[in-house]
């Protein structure tokens, strides 16, 4: 069975500073995909990234990236330039990869993000 | 307004009350899922549909919880004899299986208060 662990429950960081949330994954998956999605307080789920594990490359979306190191299953999320609206709750979350069917997600348990004005 | 809606998004009821959540998906998705978030938690996997059928449901999804999706298009979850631990949000997603590149689209969810 595949399990996220998210060793962060909260963190607090001063606006435009550099942030980096911490997230493992177990699993004997070859082929699978990770994820961070975002809940703010409104309470959506929102996609921030993701990763193929047979890709090497980090993720890249604006100020979003990763660090994926798939040898130490480890996927961490860096925020750049932090802004007052990430303030949320951000889910690493992992995706089995099958050829014709989906498969469901496994979510951690979150890291609840606080960006200080 | 093309995402994920899900209806209601508040519930309040009795303990041994039933009750019927509603999820409308992304209109050309066929894959949607049923996923349930208690506080201070992830959320976490309850059951899954291609077009109408019903392929996985998890240990979570006791004789009371029944979920359709007769058309292939919404979803309802009813939750019979409900109980005070049903209480909880409950999400629900669709995606597009059509490449490798799958992404689970999340609707606001539906908040239940079992009294």
């Known amino acids: 069975a595949q399990t996220v662990t998210q060793s962060q429950p909260e963190m607090s960081v001063q606006e435009a500073e550099t942030v980096t949330l911490s997230c493992t994954y177990d699993?004997?998956?070859?082929?699978?995909?990770l994820f961070w999605y975002k809940q703010p307080p409104s309470r959506q789920m929102i996609l921030v990234i993701r990763q193929e594990a047979y890709k090497q490359q980090n993720a890249t979306e604006n100020r979003f990236s990763v660090n994926f190191q798939k040898a130490a299953k480890s996927f961490s999320l860096k925020i750049s330039d932090s802004q007052l609206g990430d303030t949320a709750m951000y889910f690493c979350a992992f995706m089995k990869q099958v050829m014709n069917r989906d498969d469901k997600i496994i979510f951690g348990k979150g890291t609840r993000l606080h960006i200080l004005p | 307004d093309t995402g994920v809606s899900q209806d209601p998004r508040h519930k309040i009821t009795k303990r041994g009350q039933n009750v019927t959540f509603r999820c409308d998906p992304i209109?050309?998705?066929?894959?949607l899922y049923w996923y349930r978030q208690t506080l201070g938690q992830g959320p976490e996997f309850l059951t899954y549909f291609q077009n109408e059928a019903q392929l996985e449901k998890s240990r979570l999804l006791s004789d009371r919880f029944s979920a359709e999706r007769p058309k292939g298009s919404f979803s309802t979850l009813e939750i019979q004899r409900t109980e005070q631990g049903d209480s909880a949000m409950y999400l629900c997603?669709?995606?597009?299986?059509?490449?490798?590149?799958?992404?689970?689209?999340f609707g606001p969810g539906t908040r239940l208060l079992v009294l």
């Open positions: 699993t004997s998956e070859s082929n699978y995909y």
């Open positions: 209109s050309e998705h066929n894959r």
């Open positions: 997603a669709s995606s597009l299986a059509q490449t490798l590149q799958e992404t689970q689209y």
